[in-house]
Nanobody, 124 residues
Framework: QVQLVESGGGLVQAGDSLKLSCTAS????????MGWFRQAPGKEREFVAA????????WYRDSMKGRFTISRDNAKNTVYLQMSSLKPEDAAIYYC?????????????????WGQGTQVTVSS
């Protein structure tokens, strides 16, 4: 099993930046990708960004390109999501996820491990 703990959420104003962190522990040798999803009230969980752990290949939801950046720190087993120019519609619970395969894609059902989530609120 892989345990994931997110941090960094909070209340910001529109246009601000925020950086989320997620640290993995446990059987991290089975983790080959890490990513972020988000879920707003009344909406389905949606893919945000992900990174293949060994090669650093990244992919993003189209609407996040240019505003969000995913990165990793191998030594710390931590993945980051740098969010800039935040909009009220970015408000959601942001979930960290890990997968056993290197490129699990954007379907949340392809991901194996989940954190508890961290709340991001954006005021207009």
């Amino acid at each position: 099993q892989v345990q994931l703990v997110e941090s960094g959420g909070g209340l910001v104003q529109a246009g601000d930046s925020l950086k989320l962190s997620c640290t993995a522990s446990g059987r991290t040798d089975s983790r080959n990708a890490m990513g972020w999803f988000r879920q707003a009230p009344g909406k389905e969980r949606e893919f945000v960004a992900a990174i293949s752990w060994s090669i650093g290949y990244t992919w993003y939801r189209d609407s996040m390109k240019g505003r969000f950046t995913i990165s990793r720190d191998n030594a710390k087993n931590t993945v980051y999501l740098q969010m800039s120019s935040l909009k009220p519609e970015d408000a959601a619970i942001y979930y960290c996820a890990a997968a056993r395969i290197a490129v699990p894609g954007e379907q949340w059902t392809n991901w194996d491990y989940w954190g508890q989530g961290t709340q991001v609120t954006v005021s207009s």
